[in-house]
């Protein structure tokens, strides 16, 4: 019988970046499962992937009777799917799956961890988050960060002790397909042509770009704040946002309004073709208050972006400042702007920082690499839970045999 990974996350989306690990898990003779919120999002998940997928409520915001539910609902599945590991994604998955999977003596138990919502609340809400962060790393077996500096937080908020908790290689979810999908090479002129055409922009005008949830946390007021300085000292700037209004953390009305009603702002909602986007602009730009590496990020360092993010935990692995982009201190509107302004006024840094960004990108966030690490994650926790041997020999051994027969 080959080992088998369950995949746990809140909601269908988080599937989408782990896409690549599950294609390298099958290819490898694991059998793989998902388990997410219902809808359609989820069964597309199954049909592009083709994996088995199993639904359970899951909402974002804490509700003890619906996560009550969740968590017996999850047991029922592991009961009936009886993964050799289960590999949870996301703070509410995260819990719930790591309950489950003790509850059920699951043989290997993961917690992956892409960030951190306890970093922007007060009150209640920041203790219950701590508690549940806490739970979900003690019940798991091995806690895998995204970034090195998340990982740093996660440990000196007492959260998870430092040997339980590692990042691979160097950070990310599943790095970036920096000589496939997201080269620009591959993009084709007209490709943004039409993207400008769709929104009406102009041919020569400078593009920034936003790329996320439009929530309060991703930092829209500061970017709308300097929006509406940078508009009238650049009457052909434009400004492209592609993502999704979220109810959870909603924008301000003022933030909503002026987003919705100026002309020069362009909003495309859910994206699918992202290669094409990003060759439509000319930076990126991503305040945000809390992030768990920046994925948006080294996908535009990988398109030859230059990129402007905030200092913080995420965003210091994803952007080397002054290198490949350039930092500013989060909430800080005045020094957003200005950062901008750096950018819009000297093409020749807006080129030097995109090329810089992309060596980096093909240098160190190569896919095949982050998804044989985390492989070889899997084999080792295999063969130290005994399910294997040392290292999961025993697994690789009858794979090779069948191969050879």
Known sequence: MNPSVLHVTTVPMTLRFLAGHVAHAKGKGFEVHA??????????????????????????????????????RIVRVI?????????????????????????????????????????????????????????????????????????????????CPPEKIKVLEHGSIDGVEADGRFNPARISAESA????????????ALVIGFVGRIVRDKGLIELTQSWRALREECPSLHLLVAGPFESQDPIP??????????????????????????????????????????????EAAAMELPVIATRIPGCVDAVRDGETGLLVPVRDAEALTAAIRVYLGDPKLRRQHGANGRHRARRDFDPEMMREALFQEYLRLLGARGVFGPGGNEFLFRRRARELS
């Open 253 to 298: 009305a003022d933030v909503e309004a002026t987003l919705r009603s100026d002309p020069r702002i362009h909003l495309a909602g859910m994206v699918r073709d992202m290669p094409s986007m990003y060759r439509t602009l000319d930076l990126l730009v991503l305040p945000t208050y809390r992030e768990g590496f920046g994925t948006a990020l080294l």
């Open 79 to 159: 009961r009936h799917v009886r993964p050799t590991i289960v590999d949870a994604h996301t703070p509410k998955g995260g819990l719930l799956a790591m309950m489950a999977a003790t509850l059920c003596r699951v043989p290997v138990r993961i917690y992956h961890q892409h960030g951190l919502p306890l970093m922007t609340a007060t009150g209640a809400k920041r203790r219950i988050l701590r508690w549940t962060e806490r739970t979900a790393c003690r019940l798991a077996h091995q806690v895998i960060c995204i970034s090195e500096s998340l990982r740093e937080v996660l440990i000196a908020e007492g959260l």
């Open 35 to 72: 388990l997410s919120s219902p809808g359609e999002p989820l069964d597309e998940c199954a049909r592009d992937m083709q994996i088995e997928v199993h639904a359970a409520v899951m909402p974002r915001r804490i509700t003890p009777l619906v996560d009550l539910a969740a968590l017996w």
């Open 193 to 204: 042509q039409l993207v400008r055409a769709r929104y009406r922009i102009p041919p020569g």
